[in-house]
Antibody
Framework: EVQLVESGGGLVQPGGSLRLSCAASGLTFSSYSMNWVRQAPGKGLEWISYISSSNTIMYYADSVKGRFTISRDNAKNSLYLQMNSLRVEDTAVYYC??????????????WGQGTLVTVSS | EIVLTQSPGTLSLSPGERATLSCRASQSVSSSYLAWYQQKPGQAPRLLIYGASSRATGIPDRFSGSGSGTDFTLTISRLEPEDFAVYYC?????????FGQGTKLEIK
């Protein structure tokens, strides 16, 4: 069974930093690209970052570019999100999600349960 | 940046009825990279449809996806009580990737 478990969320002051982790099990982690998606309280989903399986390609939403860094350690089956210069508007539940793909196309096939990040003074 | 606009924002229907949800893209999206998700309160999203029309594992056949280019549709043929939730479309073909704002399907 595929499991993704996020951790590292919490309360942080504006301008502060936080590092989220996503531990993967039940899959060949190194074979899949991964994503971070967030959801502000009562709002919709916002894709924020992608990393390729080989750790060579990264993409970011404009809202986090230059402040957040995605990375992965395939030996540890783990995905990370380093968040710097945090803003009140970064308050959200952060999900890691694994890409699903086959001959029919792509989607985010597996999701963690999410970790809450609250940015407040 | 590709903007996805979902309509309607809220859809009020009764169990047994047919639901049609729309997702319109600001520019063409390859069908391979268009997906739909269902999210219930307090839960993570669940992949329903990927590649515009392929059902994910375990998804009932009352869910179907269609469309191409800039117009995509999610259809639920006969609503079951557990289908009332929020639905999101998602494009995964052109970075920055994006989600629609969601359609809330509520019981009438």
């Amino acid at each position: 069974e595929v499991q993704l478990v996020e951790s590292g969320g919490g309360l942080v002051q504006p301008g502060g930093s936080l590092r989220l982790s996503c531990a993967a099990s039940g899959l060949t982690f190194s074979s899949y690209s991964m994503n971070w998606v967030r959801q502000a309280p009562g709002k919709g989903l916002e894709w924020i970052s992608y990393i390729s399986s080989s750790n060579t390609i990264m993409y970011y939403a404009d809202s986090v570019k230059g402040r957040f860094t995605i990375s992965r350690d395939n030996a540890k089956n783990s995905l990370y999100l380093q968040m710097n210069s945090l803003r009140v508007e970064d308050t959200a539940v952060y999900y890691c999600a694994r890409t699903h793909y086959d001959s029919s196309g792509y989607g985010l096939g597996y999701w963690g349960q999410g970790t809450l990040v609250t940015v407040s003074s | 940046e590709i903007v996805l606009t979902q309509s309607p924002g809220t859809l009020s229907l009764s169990p047994g009825e047919r639901a049609t949800l729309s997702c319109r893209a600001s520019q063409s999206v390859s069908s391979s990279y268009l997906a739909w998700y269902q999210q219930k309160p307090g839960q993570a999203p669940r992949l329903l449809i990927y590649g515009a029309s392929s059902r994910a594992t375990g998804i009932p056949d009352r869910f179907s996806g269609s469309g191409s280019g800039t117009d995509f549709t999610l259809t639920i043929s006969r609503l079951e009580p557990e289908d009332f939730a929020v639905y999101y479309c998602h494009q995964y073909g052109t970075s920055p990737y994006s989600f629609g704002q969601g359609t809330k399907l509520e019981i009438k």
